[in-house]
Structure formats: C-alpha cells, structure tokens
C-alpha cells in the first residue's frame, strides 16, 4: 500500500497527480521512469483542460515518436480504471503495433500501485484486471474495460483513440465504421493521430478540413523543433543549410519562433539520414508532412515547386447525339504562338462518371503545359470533336490518342475529319511485317517508359506544368506493393497519363514516327 501524507482527497482526484506519479513507461535509454509530459503531450493535455475532460475530438499530425500514443494509452488507461462503466479502446493501423500500444497500457497498469491510502481514512483499491488473449485489460468488478486492437469489436466506447491513421488501408471504411461506434454526446473522446503518408486518403483530407475549421476535429500539428531533445551541438565552422535556413524561416513566419543553430544542426544531421524521407518523418509544417511519402512517384520537393496558374475557359460547343448543342469547357493556360509545335496526349475513357477523358497539350520547344481538357462524362464521339478543335487551334497540333479500349472510337471519328494524328509503327503478330497503327498504345512497356521520362523530367525541372489538376494527381501517384505506379485510391491518374504519352512523343525526332493526313 502507497501512503499519501499531509493529502487530501483531491490529491487523488487530481487526474494529471495520478498520470505523473502513478504510471511508469519504458524510455529510450530502457529505464522505468514516472510518465512525465514532455513539450507535446503537455499541449495535449492543456487541451484536455480546456474541455474538461469530456468531448475530447483530436486529430493530430504528428513527427515520428513525439510520445502521442503513448499520452492517449495512459490517459484512457486512467480514465477507465477510475470509472466504472467505461469502455476505451485503441486502434492500431497493423497487428505488429497492436502488441506494441499494449505493452504501453499494461505496463502503465502494471507499475500502478495495488493501494493509495490519504490521511482521510480513503482507500482506492485498483480493480484486478482479467487478462485475456485479445490484448485487452477487462476490469469486472467495475465493469471498465481498455483493449488495443486494429478494429473497433463492436463496443460502444467512451474514450477512441486511433494510431497512424494516414497508415490503415482501406481507412475511409475502417475508421467511419470505428468512429460511428462513439456516442456524439457531448462526453465521449474520440483522438486521431499519425505521421503523414502523403496527400489524399482519410487522414490527410480530414486533417485539411479540420484545419480548415471545416471538420469534426480541432486540428494539432506538433513539428520536430518542438521536442527540446531535438537539438545537436554545432561544431566549429558550421553553416546551416539553404534548406535548413528555409524551414526556419517558415517556422518563424507561421509559428513565431526562432530556431536555434543547435536545432539546425540536428535537422542538417538527420536530414541526411531520412533524406527525401525527412519532411513525413520530422515535418516542419503541417503542409511539409503531406508532401512526403515513400510510396511516391514524383520527388515531393520538385512538385511543391510547381507553381500552377488558373488559366482561362475555353467553351467548345457540340452537336450531340439528341441533336442539341453542349458546350465541353477546356482550359488554356498559354495562347498558341504561330510558329510553334505542338502535342496533344489524349488519354479517353466512357464518360459515364468513372475515369476521366483527359487532353493535355504541350509546347514541343519548351515542353510546357499550354491547355488541358478534363471530364468524365464526355462520350468518347465528343471527345474526338474536342480533340478536333482544341488541336486546330494549337496549329493543327499532332494528335497523340491511346488507342487501348475507348480510344478506338475517338480515333475511328478524327481519322475522316483531322488532320495530324500519331501513328505507332507496330510488328504484325501474323505476318511479321512491320505496319502503321492510329493511336499510341499503352502496354507494361510503354507505360514504363513514358512514366519513366515524365519522372526524369520532373527531377530535372525540364517540364513545365501548369495545370492544379495534374499537380494533384502527381502528389497521390504511388508506388504500391507490386512495384506498379498507380493512383493512390479514390485518386485519378488519368491527366498523367495523358501528359507522359504527350511528353514521349513531344520530345520524339520527327522522323521516328508517322502522322496520318487527311487525303
């Protein structure tokens, strides 16, 4: 039995006394020390003040191992040991963590004393937990419980915290389904966290909105500089670097505090570590983090860069199949010069609402993005008559349509009525001869090599891109497990495709391939 003197009741009462005397965590040195808040977890908890402990509704974009998860296992774990009646439980994004965040909440509950005797005569016994197989502490004689696990057993929760949301697939459904499970009434907590894993997903548009002051959530962004740890002693001589000076200007700018030499030092040093990976695992600011993922296609720091402009409509008005006029919007971001050549990637689809039909066109000299057409409700017939017009007035611009699935259409439509269309000279299957085809066909081979010269490009700042559109999807173009380069889900890849067909042939001799003229 732990004996508190010269303490009244509120001593044990007081839920911040019992988070730093009563529980004890594994430190990085290996040590069993009191859970003592650091710089980010004292912030969480002036926000769990602020709401006096009830109606919590956090979602945290966080650097790697700030002590987040850590503050939410103890904090709830408390919470349901003092409660009777309460269920907490703690989402993990994979079954490694699972066992991980549990080893937190036992060894918090572990290291708990039995007993708290006050002068008053008060005893708190601690409930006797009933340990399972399911990573769970069942306290029945209060009837409370806390698990850790990496979906909600259908429990209704009083205290939700979810770990690495940006990290659990398929994290729309999951984390709704888990989220619906916590009573909007005013005094259930619900807290999300994770590092960032790039742009679009769950996590990251949630986080948008919130910051926003759009969401459900009040939205926390704890940077690398402020962990005091996080500091190197600089050795003589040293100079930050332009990218380490820049991050301090921006957190000066944002946050209004000045970061040390001593912190520039450690950013430099780690900088070298993580590499591209050091905006996701150590961001600056909040925009930093989702700019960076491991699973991204173009280089983050070169797309930040793109600076993209609004350009202006362009309305091209059509006959339709019901004999009525509809008039299909493109967008010119660049007039057409009279001595240019130009390119026009079109990547088409259905148009009944799934992928987009997409025409891109480019600048052949400076290999700029000059106009774009997007839709997905265009049928492939209109698509042709809009490549027909956009094309005639960047100087009949040579035509470049992959001719997988829909494109056969659009392309059986521009034969008879334009002017300058690619053809790809492919090797007859039957009779081994060499034969000219309409269209550029998009196999394993080919879809490599055009993203491939479209990445180098990006690397190399040799493209210009204009459009927001394209520069979204190039934020959420991943490399999945396979090695496949894909949109990220719910994500469209359709203008970059279109783009890397036009690129490819853009920078193509012109004595490499064919154009089909009108007799």
Known sequence: MVLISKRDDKTILNRRWRLENLYKIRTEGKQLKPFVFNEIQEEMWKECEACNHQGISLIIDKYRKGGVTTFWSLYYLDDTLWNANTASAIIAHKKDDVQKIFKIVKLGYATCPKQLALDSGHIWTKPPANYDTKNELAFNIINSVIYVGIENRGDTLNNLHISEAAFIVKAEERISATLGTVPKNGRSNKTVESTANGIGGWFQETYAECEAGQGAYKAFFFGWWQKSTNVLEAPEGYKPSKEALEKAEAVKAMYGRVLTKEQLCWWDNVK????????????????????????????????????????????????????????????????????????????????????????????????????????????????????????????????????NNHGHLVLDRLKDTYGSIYMMQVLDEKTQKKTRKLGFLTNMKTRDNILDEFEDLVSEFSVKINSAILKSEMLTFITDETGKRIAKAGKTDDCIMAFSIGLKVARMPRTSFFIARLN
């Open 272 to 403: 070298k570590e993580q590499k591209r990976l050091m905006d996701q695992e150590f961001p600056t600011i909040a925009a930093d983090s989702f700019l960076t993922s491991v699973y991204m296609v173009f280089d983050s720091d070169r797309v930040r860069k793109i600076n993209t402009v609004p350009g202006k409509p362009y309305d091209v008005r059509i006959l339709g199949q019901l004999q009525k006029y509809e008039t299909w919007r493109a967008t010119i971001f660049v007039e057409p010069k009279p001595d240019r050549e130009y390119v026009m990637g079109v990547d088409p689809s259905e148009g009944v609402g799934g992928d987009n039909s997409v025409i891109e066109v480019i600048d052949t000299l400076t290999l700029e993005q000059v106009a774009e057409f997007v839709s997905n409700k265009i049928p492939p017939a209109q698509l042709a008559k809009v490549v027909d017009n956009l094309g005639t007035k960047y100087n009949t611009a040579i035509a470049v349509v992959e001719r």
